[in-house]
């Protein structure tokens, strides 16, 4: 296999893996529900998709070329994460879920 490509998987790994660990620390560690949300939604998502797409580089190298499953798991990853962590933040806003003071609320209510 060449060596950039070597490379190129070994960085998408090593950041996916970082990504995925702070963004599970994150979860564990922040204050409030809307803080936790918030961390494993942006982190998590840029991780496991750093890795898929070193998934898809290395089967690439291989000869196999492009899987479209890990593809379509990487756009349905990207899209579906944001949109149901919207949908959870909006109906703790709803329920009214307790936050510490540090976080900021809505815009009418500083």
Known sequence: MN???EYL????LLTGG???LIGAIGLARMPDFYTRLHAPTKATT????????????YASSQGAGIDTAEVLITVFLF??????ANIM???AMHL???RMP??????WDQ
């Open 46 to 57: 840029v991780g496991v998709g750093a890795i898929i797409i070193a998934s898809v580089a």
């Open 79 to 84: 899209m579906t994460a944001p949109v149901s």
């Open 96 to 98: 009214d879920v307790k």
């Open 9 to 12: 998987i070994a960085g998408l």
């Open 89 to 91: 933040a909006k109906s």
């Open 3 to 5: 060596p950039v490509v």
């Open 18 to 20: 970082a990504f995925t």
């Open 102 to 107: 540090e976080t900021r609320g809505k815009p």
